[in-house]
T-cell receptor
Framework: SQTIHQWPATLVQPVGSPLSLECTVE??????LYWYRQAAGRGLQLLFY??????ISSEVPQNLSASRPQDRQFILSSKKLLLSDSGFYLC????????????FGPGTRLTVL | KQEVTQIPAALSVPEGENLVLNCSFT??????LQWFRQDPGKGLTSLLL?????REQTSGRLNASLDKSSGRSTLYIAASQPGDSATYLC??????????FGKGTMLLVSP
């Protein structure tokens, strides 16, 4: 069966510090991978998605970036965090495009102080 | 740009009641519509997925309907239980590999 992991589970970082969140998927190959952010009082916002190694699409311009160094690994990064980067970050995968459901990881709670 | 709205934002009911959660979307050109459940501080769990060619899907006490032409979906929960308490999210797949989410309905079922 497929499983998706995210770490860390929680993170408290000062403004201006770097960020690296990791997501890995097991039990499948060539998944589509997604990063979402859920901020207080707002819906889930798609940040990045990837259909293959090295292929990243950005949905929202911001100070975040994403990379996919391996087939089942997706990394969310920032060089300098802002207060507005606080939120709940969710990674998801799907076996294909359009007609398939997405499966979500447990999330990372990021607080920027 | 696709927009998804969920009504009500919050709902509190006594155990045993049947209830309906509503979702509307602005662009009817969709691949599918999905309902998710989110417990506090947790990730999302997929409940039901309705393809654009379908009218409804059922899983246990849950039934989701889709009226694509009017841009609406409902999630019906029968005989609600305290364990159903969670936030329910509606999401529409209308772009290549992407979902647009509503803000959710926070449901509280009291014993």
């Amino acid at each position: 069966s497929q499983t998706i992991h995210q770490w860390p589970a929680t993170l408290v970082q000062p403004v201006g510090s770097p960020l690296s969140l990791e997501c890995t998927v097991e039990g499948t190959s060539n998944p589509n991978l997604y990063w979402y952010r859920q901020a207080a009082g707002r819906g889930l916002q798609l940040l990045f998605y990837s259909v293959g190694i090295g292929q990243i699409s950005s949905e929202v311009p911001q100070n975040l970036s994403a990379s996919r160094p391996q087939d089942r690994q997706f990394i969310l990064s920032s060089k300098k965090l802002l207060l507005s980067d606080s939120g709940f970050y969710l990674c998801a995968w799907s076996p294909g495009q359009g007609t398939n459901t997405q499966y979500f990881g447990p999330g990372t709670r990021l607080t920027v102080l | 740009k696709q927009e998804v709205t969920q009504i009500p934002a919050a709902l509190s009911v006594p155990e045993g009641e049947n209830l309906v959660l509503n979702c509307s979307f602005t662009d009817s050109a969709i691949y599918n519509l999905q309902w998710f459940r989110q417990d506090p501080g947790k990730g999302l769990t997929s409940l039901l997925l309705i393809q654009s060619s379908q009218r409804e899907q059922t899983s246990g006490r849950l039934n989701a309907s889709l009226d694509k032409s009017s841009g609406r979906s409902t999630l019906y929960i029968a005989a609600s239980q305290p364990g159903d308490s969670a936030t329910y999210l509606c999401a529409v797949a209308s772009g290549y590999s992407t979902l647009t989410f509503g803000k959710g309905t926070m449901l509280l079922v009291s014993p």
